[in-house]
């Protein structure tokens, strides 16, 4: 894809056209964001504006139609992007990102179009068990709705974030396989949280739970993920570990809880101890 990304970076017109084209095409909104994100990080917002745009409109005649994922996804790799390049900092870029899609999730964006009556009501119809659920969750007092609003809306919203933080990375090695080679790895390997920063997200994350408002303390643990995920790279890394080691590790990654959990752990771990440093010290 970097044969494509240097085709892309010959101008403007071809970065314009080829976002708005991938965005246009439905299940390529992450190859459009990722070319608006390409093109800020490497000229600045303000440069990027015209394939950023290219990008929003056919990304807005998707939301007009239902789907709001493209959109908010090319807007939030935006602004990543934007924050990434100035402040350099991965940590801090997914933070804003994660708290931005949280907002996005507790002010309805990622509600259903239609309601959630006719949704559940095809879940009725579609299964008893799930029919059974639904009628003892009301029968304790629940308003199955409201549960039904905030399930969808954190299910979009981490979709969204999480495709985000891909494009951003993909656009991140766009950027170093063009102009940095190597960058990226290296870059990448050394991200993890600082304790103020996880410190920032724990605050956060309690404060919102105790206005009702649960988004966040759904979508922040997101960067302390990535930065567990970083980790598990940089050790491959140091080590020369084969690459299978790191297929293994998605595929247990994307398959099961417990993975996810000493991911998050080690990121914990990582954000006080450093671990990486200390490999490194002891090569």
């Known amino acids: 894809m970097l044969a494509l990304a240097r085709w892309l970076m010959r101008g403007l017109p071809y970065a314009a056209g080829g976002a708005a084209l991938a965005t246009l095409v439905p299940w390529l909104f992450w ?16 440069p990027a504006l015209p394939v950023i745009i290219a990008a929003a409109l056919p990304a807005g005649f998707w ?65 008893s068990d799930v029919d059974q659920m639904l009628t003892e969750l ?19 919203g981490l979709v969204v974030l999480v495709a985000a933080i891909a494009c951003l990375a993909l656009a991140r090695s766009w950027q170093a396989g ?15 949280l600082t304790p103020k920063e996880l410190a920032v997200l724990a605050v956060l994350s309690v404060v919102s739970m105790m206005l ?15 930065a567990g995920i970083a980790l598990v ?7 020369g570990m084969n690459g299978l080691w790191l ?15 000493i991911v998050l752990l080690l990121g914990l771990i990582d954000t006080f101890a450093n671990i990486r440093a200390r490999l490194a010290r002891g090569n």
């Open 178 to 192: 063009l102009y940095n080679p190597g960058g990226f790895r290296e870059e990448f390997h050394a991200l993890r």
């Open 63 to 127: 939301w007009s139609q239902g789907d709001v994922i493209p959109l908010a996804s090319v807007l939030l790799v935006t602004l990543m992007a934007v924050i990434l390049r100035e402040r350099m900092r991965w940590s801090e870029a997914m933070i804003v990102g994660a708290l931005v899609a949280a907002a996005m999730v507790q002010f309805g964006i990622f509600s259903p179009p239609g309601g959630t009556e006719l949704m559940l009501e095809q879940l009725r119809q579609g299964s």
């Open 31 to 46: 190859l459009g964001a990722a070319i608006a994100a390409l093109v800020t990080l490497r000229k600045g917002f303000a």
């Open 138 to 156: 009301a029968n304790q007092g629940y308003n199955t709705q409201q549960l039904a609003i905030i399930v969808v809306g954190g299910v979009t």
């Open 247 to 261: 297929v293994a590790f998605y595929v247990l990654l994307i398959m099961t809880w417990p993975t996810i959990l």
């Open 212 to 226: 009702g408002a649960h988004a966040l303390a759904v979508l922040g643990w997101i960067p302390l993920l990535v």
């Open 233 to 239: 790279h940089g050790y491959i890394g140091l080590k």
